[in-house]
């Protein structure tokens, strides 16, 4: 008989630290990235040195602080409107933030209402829904965007429409999948419970099963949002007047590329680290989430 | 071979197309923005601006509008392009060649890349260094073809200045050219350095394109030649006294390279939808960058003349995926 | 007459510190020329990671502790990497469990043996073919020329385990693993499949080493046979004399279990491995104890 006598009681991590653990360098990135552009985007009006749409044409095109040139007022240097880069970008986060947030919560409504819709009725609605999806994503995501956007006119609401619009099918196609599985799973036990309707099996067994994955897609959603705004930026119909993005950072930038090439670097680094981020994200979630998915 | 699913796909490509453009013209129709306004000068009497919408055959119904477009259609006519005041069918096609030349070398470029960073990838698998690989083709997988366009134009037109970031051709070289394919023709006329100023043009707009399709291709590839591997035939060339680098040349890759060109087949039609930003980027002068500009200028003529140039592009590379893997997947011969 | 595999004291474990299995304790084992020796025992008992271990296919976890593996008086471990490659499918070959995976789906059947002829004998392609066709007739495949241009999902599983009995058999060896050959087919096929095998091993002149789990089997066509269990051998010798007198009680049980078709079988029941030892030592004891009484 061994002695199994302990000094002190072995402490079992809790559930969560384990899970992020497992996560792994994915996901550490991808939160910090993450954090970093939500705490910029909160705390814009405290930390941004400048007004973003504050001109000083006396100032215009100023490089970065630290060339030659540069003025230590201007960290980033200034646009041809001699507005504050740094201020700007710091604004546009805002932006971006509020966008991927809002165009991403309502695709993913409408992408999962329409994918339950599709996988627990299943029949002619399934068929329905399928093909309606399926056409929907025949078109050419980018010319769709354009056109829908040229076709509302500019501002912030055809920006977000257009990105729910092109993306809601990603959540459609995925919920429907699960739902389709989850349900042929339970299927035998709802048989038995044909008094409890449709609606609870959805809420009690399915909704819950789709968090994990709704989580993933709603991080991989925010970045592609972000992206889908640099786009209509970049052509000219996205937010109107001084709103500072990134998008439309870029565009301005593209013009004077030779004269004053950080004003379009900048704004990509941004764009980079943010996407990136929300990528890892996703999948560092996803890894943590999925208990089939571990390493 | 499936003759009889060829000619389903065949037979179904004409209601395809229909359903494409009457979508494509009620949804310009019905949506605010009048392209008769957008291109009047100021000072223009009612008078004028009834001429122009009849010249265009705005005055009509929008069903009367269709009928009219689907028979010049029909006979290959597809109208005048309000903003650039030419033949449609002309214009598309005089600026096609140029995307198509820049989406083959980007695929080209991408099935390269694709392969090497697999096979490095396979070469590395189970060691330390896999993860790099694996994290180098997810960062790549993250920046999209535009961003990629617009670092390199930074990089290497702007901060390194090698090469152009504009055109398709410098203006000061004589192009005298037969057909728009300028480098095609100008490699089968042993013209080289035509060719080399256009590749110096294409290379960077193609490098954007291709990045995000070959990080998918290596990504895929790569985990169907390790899926592939651990298959029991590939147990059992082992012992038969094969080599790995055998076994997998001959073995395995035929076998992987199924799903991966099922699956990277299909994003040719992304990487082709990527040439709408691209070329704007790089003011190319392909059907892209028109589209964008017929977008601006709501010239509903080019629009749908261009949409539907695109979608027969998407369905002809659908097919030819399909066809592909057909041929490299015997079981599905005689299905 | 060297021995044509002589296995000494094989340790194999499978995975690293707190987690390893040792799959192999001590496993000592030989086949003459031209000897057919069955390898019983249950699933898990260690016999596939035998013949694995000769063959150089031991999973990447799997780490060979100890002992000697020696094919014609030559040490199969310590021998470099091509050396090995060269006896594989020349001198040493293997029959596959599995028929409707082990063969190249993509191939077709005659150009899979034409690259093996080409590889160790160096066939023509022509000629090869020509060898392949008369492989196939040897292992009673009618028509084989045509089998020849044929896909492997285009020819029956008996058929295919037939092609791989040939491909074995190709290029004369003298030792042949069969691992499980007839554990995928129906009964029928079964016999046609261990007749071949037999008629080839007498064509050939070659050992078989034939690991299988159906006693039957053994009874049928091993001479020898040797009984795994848990990674050990519990027993070994003619065959005829193992099944008559089993010595150990798992093996009784094994052949209680068998199912024959003049009385019921009794389930197996699983024997832990510890108790497999205090049984072998009380066996010993008890056999000592009879020795030493008068007759």
């Not at chain 2, 749908?304 to 027969?312: K, R």
């Not at chain 3, 028929?99 to 000629?127: E, F, W, Y």
């Not at chain 3, 896909?151 to 092609?163: A, C, F, T």
Request: hydrophobic share 50%.
């Amino acid at each position: 008989m061994a002695e199994l006598a302990l000094d002190h009681p072995v402490q079992r991590p809790s559930r969560w630290i384990a899970g992020w653990r497992r996560g792994g360098p994915k996901l550490w990135i991808g939160a910090t990235l993450v954090g970093v552009l939500v705490l910029v985007a909160l705390l814009a009006p405290l930390i941004a040195p400048h007004n973003p749409i504050e001109q000083d044409l006396m100032s215009a095109q100023l490089p970065p602080a630290w060339t030659d040139g540069g003025e230590p007022a201007y960290l980033f240097g200034t646009d041809s409107l001699g507005r504050c880069v740094l201020s700007r970008l710091i604004y546009s986060a805002r932006t971006a933030v509020a966008v991927a947030l809002i165009a991403a919560s309502l695709a993913a409504a409408i992408g999962i209402a329409f994918g339950l819709l599709a996988g627990s009725f299943g029949g002619w609605i399934d068929q329905l829904t399928s093909r309606l999806i399926d056409v929907w994503m025949a078109f050419p995501p980018v010319l769709l965007s354009i056109v829908l956007a040229a076709v509302i006119g500019a501002g912030l609401t055809s920006v977000i429409t257009a990105i729910v619009v092109v993306d809601w099918t990603r959540f459609a196609r995925v919920v429907r999948a699960e739902t389709l599985v989850q349900l042929q799973r339970d299927y035998a036990a709802a048989a038995r419970v044909i008094g409890l309707s449709r609606g609870a099996i959805l809420r009690l067994e399915i909704l819950p099963n789709l968090v994990p994955l709704v989580v993933t897609l709603l991080s991989v959603e925010m970045g592609i949002a972000i992206l889908v705004e640099v786009i209509l930026s970049f052509v000219g119909i996205s937010v109107t007047g001084d709103t500072p993005t990134w998008g439309g950072m870029i565009a301005e930038g593209r013009q004077i590329v030779y004269q004053a090439p950080w004003i379009m670097a900048l704004p990509i680094g941004c764009i980079i680290s943010s996407v990136i981020g929300f990528n890892l994200l996703g999948d560092g979630l996803r890894t943590v989430l999925d208990p089939v998915q571990r390493r | 071979m499936r003759w009889g699913e060829i000619i389903r796909r065949l037979v179904l490509i004409p209601p395809t197309l229909v359903g494409v453009a009457v979508i494509v013209f009620v949804l310009l129709r019905v949506v605010p923005g009048d392209p008769i306004a957008m291109m009047i000068p100021p000072g223009a009497s009612p008078a004028d601006i009834d001429r122009l919408r009849a010249f265009y055959g705005l005055d009509q119904s929008i069903p009367q509008q269709f009928i009219t477009w689907s028979g010049q259609a029909l006979s290959g006519h597809f109208g005048r392009s309000i903003s650039l005041h030419q033949q449609v069918f002309e214009l598309v096609l005089a600026r096609l060649p140029a995307t198509l030349e820049l989406a083959l070398l980007a695929t080209l470029i991408a099935v390269v890349l694709g392969l090497i960073a697999a096979l490095i990838g396979t070469q590395v698998r189970g060691r330390r260094a896999e993860w790099l690989v694996d994290g180098g083709v997810g960062i790549l997988l993250s920046i999209p073809d535009f961003l990629w366009a617009l670092i390199l134009l930074l990089l290497f037109g702007v901060l390194v200045p090698l090469l152009p970031i504009s055109g398709r051709i410098d203006p000061e070289i004589d192009v005298s050219f037969h057909s728009n394919f300028y480098l095609i023709e100008s490699l089968l006329t042993a013209r080289f350095d035509v060719a080399s100023a256009l590749l110096h043009h294409m290379i960077l707009p193609a490098l954007a394109l291709a990045l995000p399709f070959a990080a998918l291709l290596a990504r895929v590839l790569k985990t169907s030649l390790a899926e592939a591997e651990d298959q029991d035939y590939a147990q059992v060339a082992r012992a038969r006294g094969f080599s790995r680098p055998k076994i997998l040349l001959r073995e395995v890759f035929p076998n992987a390279l199924i799903p991966t060109v099922a699956l990277g087949g299909v994003q040719v039609t992304l990487l082709l939808g990527g040439t709408v930003l691209v070329e704007r980027i790089f003011s190319y002068e392909g059907i892209g960058n028109m589209a964008i500009d017929a977008v601006i200028n709501r010239d509903f003529p080019l629009i749908q003349g261009l949409i539907l140039t695109f979608a027969v592009l998407f369905i002809a590379i659908n097919l030819a995926v399909d066809l592909l893997v057909t041929l490299l997947d015997p079981r599905l011969r005689h299905g | 007459m060297t021995t044509t595999l002589s296995v000494q004291d094989l340790h194999v474990s499978i995975g690293k510190g707190a987690h390893s299995a040792n799959v192999l304790r001590g496993v000592s084992l030989e086949l003459g020329p031209g000897e057919v020796r069955g390898l019983v025992g249950e699933s898990g008992a260690g016999k596939s990671m035998l013949g694995r271990a000769v063959l150089g296919l031991l999973p990447a976890n799997a780490t060979i502790a100890a002992g000697r593996i020696a094919f014609e008086g030559r040490d199969l471990i310590a021998m470099p990497e091509p050396e090995r490659r060269r006896l594989f499918g020349r001198r040493i070959a293997l029959i596959p469990q599995d028929p409707m995976t082990s063969l190249n789906p993509v191939k077709r059947v005659g150009a899979q043996i034409a690259i093996l002829l080409r590889h160790h004998l160096g066939l023509s392609k022509r000629d090869a073919l020509a060898r392949a066709a008369e492989l196939l007739s040897e292992v009673a495949i009618r028509d084989p020329r045509r089998v020849l241009d044929l896909y492997p999902h285009e020819i029956s599983g008996g058929m295919r385990q037939r092609v791989l009995i040939a491909m074995a058999f190709a290029c004369d060896p003298s030792l042949v693993i069969a691992d499980e050959p007839t554990t995928a087919l129906d009964v029928t096929v079964q016999r046609q499949v261990l007749q071949l095998v037999e008629r080839l091993r007498q064509r050939h002149g070659a050992a078989v080493l034939f690991v299988t789990h159906d006693l039957g089997v053994v009874a049928k066509i091993c001479r020898t046979m040797t009984v795994l269990h848990a990674g050990r051998v519990l027993e070994e010798g003619e065959t005829v004399d193992v099944l008559a007198k089993p010595r150990h009680p798992y093996t009784r049980a094994l052949l209680a279990a068998t199912p024959r078709a003049d009385r019921p079988a009794e389930a197996l029941r699983p024997v832990p491995p510890a108790l497999i030892d205090s049984l072998w030592a009380e066996a010993h004891r008890l056999d000592r104890l009879s020795a030493m009484a008068p007759s």
